[in-house]
């Protein structure tokens, strides 16, 4: 899924902070459910995803300072999308009134993250419990 990629010529990544948001936007869209808005752990298994915080044009930023190659996929200009379109229509209307609208989907991701892990930490202590008497 999402994952970042070194090789010796090129850094590819998907997610940025972006991602989150309209991750979080996507899901209360389709009332998928209070649980579906702990989206993209920066740790999941073994996906690692150590630039999910980072701006997607600080990336690009720093990628084009230090010469790095990098591609941009054409589909992210696509507003059939329905990502795409949130990215560039409803997002940038939402900050147009709440410039830190992004920072609060993101930390609506985060602590939803949190509450499914306490969650899951519960269910795996009740399940030990019920094995152990």
Known sequence: MFQLQ?????????????AVAETVLLRLLRASG??????????SGRVLRP???????RLVRHCEVNEIPY?????????KYMRVWLRKTVLPLLRSRYPDVGDKLNLI???MLRIVE?????????AEAETDT
């Open 6 to 18: 070194f090789s010796k010529d090129v850094v590819r990544w998907l997610p940025a902070r972006a």
């Open 34 to 43: 209070a649980g579906s808005l702990a989206v993209l752990p920066p740790l």
């Open 51 to 57: 630039l999910l915080r980072v701006p997607h044009d």
């Open 71 to 79: 591609a941009l996929d054409p589909s992210n200009e696509n507003e």
């Open 109 to 111: 991701a985060d602590d």
């Open 118 to 126: 306490e969650r899951n930490d519960i269910h795996k202590m009740a």
